[in-house]
Nanobody, 125 residues
Framework: QVQLVESGGGSVQAGGSLRLSCAAS????????MAWFRQAPGKERDGVAV???????????SYDRSVSGRFTLSYDNSNNVGYLQMNNLKPEDTAQYYCAAGRVCTLRLDEYTDWGQGTQVTVSS
């Protein structure tokens, strides 16, 4: 099982930036994909971005189109930490953000078995 701890959430005004971190520990096994999801009150949990963490050169990263061009996901293999850099934030980005580990690099919720506790991001207009 992989333990995941998110940090870096907070409150910003529209147009601002935040960087979320997700520290991974434990037995990753073949769970070589780290993804970020977000869930706003009363809404479903949606995928934001996913990165391959298994090494072997420049990792593949995929983004939901709602954040493409504004968010950047990276992974530090030396320290087992994923970073979600969020720029030009919008009020609709307000949500609880979760990182997750899984075996298939997808933004499908049901592919992920290990989850962090989440960190809140609030963007005011």
């Amino acid at each position: 099982q992989v333990q995941l701890v998110e940090s870096g959430g907070g409150s910003v005004q529209a147009g601002g930036s935040l960087r979320l971190s997700c520290a991974a520990s434990g037995n990753r096994g073949t769970r070589n994909c780290m993804a970020w999801f977000r869930q706003a009150p009363g809404k479903e949990r949606d995928g934001v971005a996913v990165v391959w963490t298994g090494g072997g050169g420049k990792p593949d990263v995929s983004y939901d189109r709602s954040v493409s061009g504004r968010f950047t996901l990276s992974y530090d293999n030396s320290n087992n930490v994923g970073y979600l850099q969020m720029n030009n934030l919008k009020p609709e980005d307000t949500a609880q953000y979760y990182c997750a580990a899984g075996r298939v690099c997808t933004l499908r919720l049901d592919e992920y078995t290990d989850w962090g506790q989440g960190t809140q991001v609030t963007v005011s207009s």
